[in-house]
């Protein structure tokens, strides 16, 4: 029986070929480093792996802890789960087997244990290209990546027109 959280392509993929796996929290930028990796694989002869992390949180208070409900985490998987079979069956015709994963846990970590699951030639992350307080506040899984790497990290800013540009700052 297939893993339910496995979609693999039906193209076969050779031992050597190469493996470029691609973190997804669903947003664009992460779309544009799938797209892109696609690419890559496309012109190695190699596959996409791509990765979501669900990290279940859990906020603490001096007087204990809030911790989400099993139909909760349940839901937020159901729906990871959607998110990703959907990404994999919009690239179907695109010549490169693509396969989904679902994960949950610290996105650093377990986007590092994949990879060398998986024995990715190379991860594909997309940024959001976030600079001071905004970086501060919100941190960045991907620099947190790239620094604790072990083998080649590709970055894939979102693409933004000139106009969006100026609405944002």
Avoid: W, Y
């Amino acid at each position: 029986m297939q893993n339910p959280s496995t979609t693999p392509s039906q193209q076969p993929v050779s031992p050597k070929s190469k493996t470029f796996l691609v973190p997804t929290d669903f947003s664009e930028p992460a779309a544009e480093a799938l797209d892109h990796a696609i690419g890559l694989a496309r012109e190695s002869g190699g596959h996409a792996v791509v990765l979501h992390v669900s990290e279940i949180p859990v906020i603490g208070f001096p007087e204990g802890a809030l911790i989400p409900t099993a139909e909760l985490v349940g839901r937020i998987t159901n729906e990871a789960q959607q998110a990703l079979d959907q990404l994999v069956e919009q690239r179907k015709g695109c010549g490169v087997p693509v396969e989904a994963l679902l994960k949950s846990g610290d996105p650093r970590d377990v986007i590092h244990a994949v990879a060398d699951d998986v024995d990715a030639s190379m991860i594909v992350m997309g940024t959001h290209g976030r600079r001071g307080i905004a970086r501060t506040l919100l941190g960045s899984v991907t620099e947190s990546v790239i620094r604790s790497a072990t083998r080649p990290v590709l970055t894939v800013r979102e693409h933004r027109t000139a106009e969006q540009t100026s609405q944002t700052g």
